[in-house]
Nanobody, 121 residues
Framework: QVQLVESGGGLVQPGGSLRLSCEVS????????MAWYYQAPGKQRDLVAR???????DYIDSVKGRFTISRDNLEKTIYLQMNYLKPEDTAVYYC???????????????WGQGTQVTVSS
């Protein structure tokens, strides 16, 4: 059983920072590409940033220069450092991963439960 558990969300003032974490646990053989998505109320879930197994990252334009995605393969954790937060960043943030469990021939996509980020004064 593979689980992704996010943490680090909360309420922050505009211009502030948060660091989200996503820990992968379970019977894991390999972890491939990972990503963070966000979903604002009444809107679809959209990609924010992704990172390959080798550590290459890319971002949507609205967060470039403000957000940084990283991964610690030994700890099976990915992070999203969010700086200079804006009210429009308010959303539930979800972790997503391409993970192969022990005994499986193929990887599957897994989602975390989400963590709320609210940017407001």
């Amino acid at each position: 059983q593979v689980q992704l558990v996010e943490s680090g969300g909360g309420l922050v003032q505009p211009g502030g920072s948060l660091r989200l974490s996503c820990e992968v646990s379970g019977s894991i053989d390999s972890i491939g590409d990972m990503a963070w998505y966000y979903q604002a109320p009444g809107k679809q879930r959209d990609l924010v940033a992704r990172i390959t197994a080798g550590g290459s990252a890319d971002y949507i334009d609205s967060v470039k220069g403000r957000f940084t995605i990283s991964r610690d393969n030994l700890e099976k954790t990915i992070y999203l450092q969010m700086n200079y937060l804006k009210p429009e960043d308010t959303a539930v943030y979800y972790c997503n991963g391409d993970i192969r469990s022990w005994g499986s021939a193929m990887s599957k996509h897994y989602w975390g439960q989400g963590t709320q980020v609210t940017v407001s004064s």
